[in-house]
């Protein structure tokens, strides 16, 4: 089964400084990878995916993610957070094949920028 | 263009009754994903619909739940003889096509109170 982990519940980060929240996955064959963004009651919003080719992913916002395969990894990172990013952030993982197409979410990370 | 629309917003029922839940997908999409969200368990997938099929309902609770996507109208998600286990966000996705590495595009959510 596939399964995706998100080890901080919390990540606190003063504003203007880098920030990475950290997703590590397991699914069967190659994954295709997501990043959501959680708002106070709202739904989720995409931010950006891994399909195949270039491991740096750049999304919205000025959000990127690194695809690693050798750590199946797909951390989310800024170089520069803002106070506005503050939300809840999910990490998604679905299989090419041999798995479940239908995404498996993490539990998500709460980011809190400080001002 | 309309996002994924949800109605209502806020639901409360008490024990035993029955809760109904819409979902309108985005125009051009004819891809429909249910999940649940309870507090810090994340996001947990239930069912996928296409217009008139169940495509895959392994996430569905096999008593009182039920779900459909009629050939015109909304999607709906029923729970009949509701319970205050069932007191949860629910949210409602959808996607233009198969869900292999398509994003998803996520409505405001229903949160359902079971009192």
């Known amino acids: 089964a596939q399964s995706v982990a998100q080890p901080e519940d919390q990540v606190n980060v003063a504003e203007g400084n880098p920030l990475t929240v950290k997703c590590t996955y397991s699914?069967?064959?190659?994954?295709?990878l997501f990043w959501y963004v959680q708002y106070p009651n709202r739904g989720l919003q995409f931010l950006l995916k891994?399909?195949?080719?270039?491991?740096l992913v750049k999304g919205s916002y000025g959000f990127e993610a690194e695809f690693n395969k050798s750590q199946t990894s797909f951390h989310l990172k800024k170089p520069s957070a803002l106070v506005s990013d503050s939300a809840l952030y999910f990490c998604?993982?679905?299989?090419?094949?041999?798995?479940?197409?239908?995404?498996?979410f993490g539990r998500g990370t709460s980011l809190i920028v400080h001002p | 263009n309309a996002g994924v629309m949800q109605n209502p917003r806020h639901l409360v029922r008490r024990r035993g009754q029955e809760a109904r839940l819409r979902c309108s997908p985005m125009?051009?999409?004819?891809?429909v994903y249910w999940y649940r969200q309870l507090p810090e368990e994340g996001l947990k997938f239930m069912v996928y619909?296409?217009?008139?099929?169940?495509?895959?309902e392994s996430g569905m609770p096999k008593e009182r739940f039920s779900a459909e996507f009629p050939k015109e109208g909304p999607s709906i998600l029923r729970i009949q003889q509701v319970v205050r286990g069932d007191s949860a966000a629910y949210f409602c996705?959808?996607?233009?096509?198969?869900?292999?590495?398509?994003?998803?595009?996520f409505g405001p959510g229903t949160r359902l109170t079971v009192t």
């Open positions: 125009k051009g999409h004819s891809h």
């Open positions: 998604a993982v679905s299989a090419t094949s041999g798995g479940s197409y239908i995404p498996t």
């Open positions: 996705a959808s996607s233009p096509g198969q869900p292999q590495g398509d994003e998803q595009y």
């Open positions: 699914v069967s064959g190659n994954p295709y």
């Open positions: 891994y399909i195949t080719g270039d491991n």
């Open positions: 619909l296409q217009k008139e099929n169940i495509i895959d």
